[in-house]
Structure formats: structure tokens, C-alpha cells
């Protein structure tokens, strides 16, 4: 198990390097650069003028020069300072990470609370009504955009309740009701997709975990079919679940931008948008480098999570 | 539901398009109905707004939405920053009124008083008594000639500063309050270029210097001081108690108790604000966002005024290659376009004629004006005379067009490329639309990349009424690409510019009208149509004694002189997440 774990770890490391050269190499490749895209529309700067303020960002630097720098720094655990707000990375991430998982955390509790008492109800009563509404949720939540239903929602409710989620964030343990009536929203608005791809695994995973012999022979050594359920089958069901869980806890860190937008509570994604749009280099190199991380580990920890699910699963 | 309704209109006015034009008779000039919503905006909001109520109320907050990455002078340009930072002087927020944009109105701030030695020589006098705000390092010390002298050093070469400040050569402190600027070139109205938020702003060395710079230490005499600035998020600036600036009536500004600036990018979410009365005061792009906001908040505050010229919908030509370095092409493609279709697909029938420049320019300064016989025959909507001139430069068949285009925050280019490409079809010009990436489209606009043939995209703009930012450095053969964005090289129009710019002012509007004349005639940009701007406040909240304001952001001084009513929401002000 460690050697496995130090491996995996290893591993992670030659993959972070491998994203922080590909991310430097390809954010400079891109047209533009931080010092045209802060310029005002009615500015009208000389090619020598726009040569300086490159000189002053160090971007005119040889490239390599450049990402020996930034490397030393990032070892170091410093990402560098943002090209367009001067402002440490770390510090620029740190508040946007802070939003961002409680957004993370609280849709994917959402979406597991719906998810999975939905999933294994449909499963247990295979084509009945109850299966048939879980489905329809299912492909509900699939077909429904986020933007949209974000949109809707927003408008609905200044049009008919003359209110919308408060604007700044508080974290939930500076103020726990700020922060509920910030998030519950978006969490909910985001939770909902999750929720219904989370259910549609669960649901398929348990139909088939029902047919094993193993559970035959539970039902005919007398168990309770609660007991089936729960005890034997779901563990067992869950291991494809919490893999599509983990995928979407990482996505969820980069991918709620629109939904952040709408709603006013700027989380990494929006970061990351900004940076692009803005071609802050070293703010898209730290976000990104952030993402790989919190994918690497996620990765890790799911598949360590399946020898304790499954505990015929060994790993080496 | 905007854009589905656009596209019917699209299709249905280009059936009536295609069928004149198959039919080869001269179509008669499309008459668009407006809207009732229209006259009735004409009426209940005139472009004069009436004087609010006196005397103002102090207290309040006031909320407007904005986008400021830093609240760093050194770092970008954003006119919001004109809340910390003063300039030297600033524009009253009456110059846009279609009647008096000729005189555009200075509000004297930093510098009270100003003379020209020679047109390349000016001396400014400085205000006794400007205190930085009373904020470590700086303390609340006394602003004076060393101040301006170190700001415009410091901040003259960085890109954003540079269209005002390149033509500054060198500066001298005469005394502790008066300051001589040496030009480049020789300015005889010099005075208007020191003028707004794009000028370099005056900020004290101890801050700059100071670790974490102006970000950490955002100092400056402006009516505001900078309490809490979220990232992303918004930022809380709260009044200076010792702002020098005094009302007509020699009242102390500002009169809000603090504002806040709330970073929007969403146009459904500044929409919900504004319903929750969280925006006090913003612009909407179209006609139909007005009529649905409307709808819900009918006691909102129009201020509706033809734009000066931001906001146009234009098509930039790569006038340096064949076929577009031949007038008789560009004209061509000028007269294909039937611009009051343009403007009944992009807003409506909401919107002016556009020019080469702001028609105030050209001495056009009433809405009336606006027409097509001060434009001419290139601005025409006249298919067969097109094919004329097309055959006439030795392009009978038409030729393909690459059309580069992007979305763009507060345009909508996708409808208006479709449109082009659709009249230029229809003289055979076979236009191929290819949409870029935001970034990318800046970078062509911004003429730092070139693009292939055409671009669709917004006129070069100016940061006030200033001809120099508007015409002269935007088509003086002398500047590069990033300036002269079109690569124009002409050298009658070059005579014309320096001509001007030699002049002491008698002669300056004659020769206006002459460029715009020779301009119009050229078609180096085919330019099309420009909206109204809309800008909304709610019905507590007032400008003080002066007009209104089109734009929240360019002219954020006016938070100077808002004021709010009783009416008003009850705001704290402790931070800017409350």
C-alpha cells in the first residue's frame, strides 16, 4: 500500500511538471499579451511604449529564462505575482479557493442527497412509477443548461420576490446565514446536474450489483431486504459512483463559471476565465497548476477509497 | 428572445432586400416604423434631464456597477479610478449634450488656472490646500508642483497614459503651486488634453514607493478613499471629509456617505440588481433590455442622449491591399449597406447615423443634423451604383471577403456581420464570416495584429470631445498601426491634420468639416450606425446640480455630486460584503 501510494505520488509530481510546462508554453502561444489587453479602448500607445511595459512584466525575457524563474518560485511556494492586479497569485487563489469549495461541497452534498436515495429507490423498484420519475429527473437535470436555469431563476426572483442572494461573500463559519443565502441557490442550481448523473449510476451500478449471486444467497440465508440493500449490495454498487463523484467534484472546481458569474460569487473558475481573457500568464499558470493538483489528488484519493468499499480490491 | 426576434426581423427584411435587388429597380429607402415605445421615450425623457431638487440630501450609498481589476494607477487604466485619483481637470458632465458639444465644460480641480507661452510651452497654476488622504504613508500631507511633476514622470510612459501624456516632453516646477509643461509638438489647446481620467492622475511618491505600491496604498486627493476592494467581488470606497471641491452653492462634496462598485459581467444579473434595487444607477445596451427592465421598475430615471460616437457599429478595411486600397471598392462597399436596416435589426430603429467621426466634430451639433445629406451619396443605401463601381475597378464578379468578427460585451456583432455579409452578397461580394476569440479581435482592432481583410468592429475612440484622440492621431500618417489603427497614409488628409494642429483655433472648425469631408469621401472605415445610450438610475437618486451622466463608469466623478433621496435603501458601509 505505500509502495503503491508513494508511486501514485511520484506519479502526480511528473504530471504537475508536465501541466506547468505545457500551461506555460501554451498560454504565451495564445495572441495578445497583459499589457494590450488593459489597455482602454481609447488608449493609443506607441510600439515602444507597449515594449517598456512588456520590459517592466519581464515578458520579454527569453522563455526559458522565464519558466526557470517561475519554477524556482513554485517549488518555493510562490506562483508569482498576477501581471494585471500585481497582487501575489497565492493570495489572488486562496479567496477564490475559499468560495469555490464551499460552492463544490455544498452542491455535491445536494446532489448526493437527491442522488442516491433516488438512484437506489429507482433500482430497487425496477419500472415501477417511482423509477419512472427518478428517470425523468434524470434527463431533466441532463437536459437543463446551467446558464439557464441561473438566469431563470435570477430573474424570477427579483421579478416576483424582489430579492436575490445577498452580494460578497461570507464564509459559512463567519456567518453561517449570509453564506446559506448565498450559495443555497447556485448550489442547488448546480447540485441538481450533478445529481442527476450521480443517480443515473447509482441506479444502473445497483441493478447490476442485484443480479450478483452473492446477493441471492444473502436473500436466501433470510436477510431483510434493507439489510441486502444496504449492507451488501450498495458498497458494492458505489465503487463506479464515487469514481463519477470524484470526476465531478474536480470538474466542479474549474466548471461553475457561468453559474459564478450569474450569481455574483467568483470562484476559481471565474479567476481562471479572467486570467485568460486577460492574459495574466502567471495568474492562468497558477490557477491551472492548482486544478492539476486538486485532479491528482482527487484521482488518488478515489482510488485509494476502493480497497476500503471492496476490500478484495488490492493494490500493489 | 432578442435574438430569435432579430433573426425573423433579419429574414424578413432581407426577402424584401433580395427581391428590390432581383428585380434590379432602385428599392425604395426602407421606412421603419418606430416603435411607440420610442415616441414615448422621446417624450416622458428629454435629453436634457430636469434639474433635481434643492437643496441635495447628504448620506447614502450609492451602488453602480463596475469592473476594476486594480485599484492601481500604475497598473491600468480604469476610469473608475477618477474616485481616488484626481486629474488636473476634468470634464463637467455636459459636453456630450448635442447642443454645447462644442464648448465642452472644464471643471477645474487640481489646476485652477492655466496659460499658453507658445503653443509648445504651457504654464498651469495649482490649487492651495489639496490634502492627500489623511492615510500612512502620506498622512494627509498638502498635494503641490512636485506631486505633478513626479505623477506625469511616472505615469506618461505607461501604455495606458500614453495618448495624453506622449506629448508631454518635459515638466518643471516653477513654484511650490505652478507647474511648465514642454510639448513634443506644439498644442494650442493643449489644456483639453490634461483633461479626463485617461490623462495621468496625480499621485503622492511616498505611496508609490512604499511596499505593495499604490495597490496596497491607494492614495490620492480624489473625493473618495478606497475602504475595501474584493477581487472579483466589488470594491467600497468611502467620502473624503477633506475633498477641496465645494458645490455651486459652496457646499462640501461629495454628498454620499460612500459608494460601492459591484463587479458585474452578466447582463441578467446587473438586470436582477437593479430590480432588487441593489444598482442605483446603470447602462443598458438595447432598446429591449429597457422595455423588459421598464416593464418591472416603471418609476426608473432615463437618461437617454445620442451617443457622441462610443458604440458605433463599423467595418474596418485592410485599406493597405487590393481590392480595398481602391476608394471606388470602399465606396462600393459603403453604398451597399443599407444603414437604416442596420440600425431597425440592431436596436430597433433606435439609433443615429454614424460618420467618419462624432458628427460635434464636424460642427453637426443638432439631432437633426444627423442625417443623410450631411453624410453623402457613400453612405446611401445604393445597390445598383455599387455594382457600378465595383465593375469600374475591375471587379465585375464581386471577390471574396474574409469578415472577422467577436462577441463582444455591450455589442452584437454576430447579427450585424450576418448583415453585412448579406448586403455585400447582394453585390457580389462573397463574404466569408470567420468569429475570433475575444482576445484575439481586441488584439486586430487595437491594430497590433493585422487581419485579413475586414474587420467588424467599433470605431477608434476618444477619452472626450478631443479631435486629437478622435481624428488626428487615429489618420496622421506619422503614428504607428496601434494609433492609426486603419494604416491610413494619405497625404492631403495628413496636410489637413497638421494644418490643424498648427492652427491657434479660428481656422480648427472649417477645418473639421474639411476632413470630415475628405474623410467621408475616402470611406477608410465604413462606419454604419450608433445607439442612444440608456443610462437608468432609480427614482431616488439624483446627479446633484449637474446633468446627468451617460456612463457610470467614464464619468465616476459624477459620484461627487449624486445625492439620494430618503427614499433611499439603508446601506451600510462598514465593508463591501454587507
Redesign the interface.
Known sequence: MRTYIARRLLHGLLVLWLVSLAVFSLVRI???DA?????????????E??A??RQELGLDRPFLEQYRTWMAGVVRGDLGHSL????PVTQ?LL??VSLTSHLAVMSMIIALLIALPIGVLAAVRQDTAGDYVGRLFAILGLSLPDFWLA?VT??F???WF???P?????PIWEDPG?NLSQLLIPAFIIGARLAAVSMRMTRSSLLEVLRQDYIVTARAKGNRERAVIVRHALKNAFIPVVTIIGQQFSVLLGGTVIVE????Q?GVG??LL?A????DYTLIQGAVLFFATVIVAMNLLVDLSYSWLDPRIRYR | MKTSLSSLIVVSLFLAVSAAAAEDKTPTPFAYAAPAFIKELDTRYPAQPPVPPSPPRYGGVLHFPATV??F?PT????PELALVWDTLTEWEATWYFPDVQRTPVIRKTLATSWEMVNPSTWIFKLRQGVKFHNRPPVNGREMTAEDVKYSYELLK????Y??RA?LVKTIHVVDKYTVKFELTLPDPKFYLNVVDS?SPVIVPREAVEAPG?L?ENPIGTGAFMLKDF?????ALLVRNPEYYLKDKDGRALPYVDAVRL?????P??D???F????LDVMRLSTLDTLYALMK?VPDLQLYRVPSYGWGDYGVSMAVDKAPYNDVRVRQALSMAINRDIVAEVMNRGDAALYGPFPWALAGYTKRADYSYASLGPNYQYNARKARELLAAAGYPNGFDMDLEWAEFQGWTFNEFVQLVARFFGDVGVRVKLKQLE???W??R??G??PFSDTLAA?S????GPSFV?WVY??YHSA??R??NRAGVGDPKLDDLLTTWRHDPGEKRPALQRAIWDHLRDKVYRITTIVPPHYRITQVYVHAGANPYCWFPGYCSYEAKTAWMTDKAPNRKFEK???
Do not use: C, H
Open positions: 495564445l495572441p495578445g499589457v494590450l489587453m488593459q489597455l482602454d479602448q481609447a488608449a493609443a500607445p506607441t510600439p511604449t507597449l517598456r511595459a494585471t492586479s500585481r497582487r489572488e479567496k477564490r438566469t435570477i430573474t426572483l427579483a421579478i424582489q430579492w436575490i445577498p452580494i460578497g461573500f461570507a449570509r458569474f450569474i450569481f455574483l467568483p471565474s479567476l479572467d485568460v481573457q486577460l492574459r | 481589476r486594480a492601481d497598473v491600468g487604466y480604469r510612459d505607461k501604455a495606458q500614453s495618448t506622449a485617461l505600491g495597490a474584493v477581487p472579483g467581488e466589488g459591484i463587479f458585474t459581467k452578466d441578467a444579473t438586470m436582477a440588481l430590480r432588487t434595487k441593489q418591472t475575444t482576445s484575439t481586441l488584439n482592432v487595437a497590433v495584429q467599433a477608434p475612440i476618444g477619452a484622440d492621431l487615429r503614428f504607428p496601434t494609433v463591501f460584503a454587507q
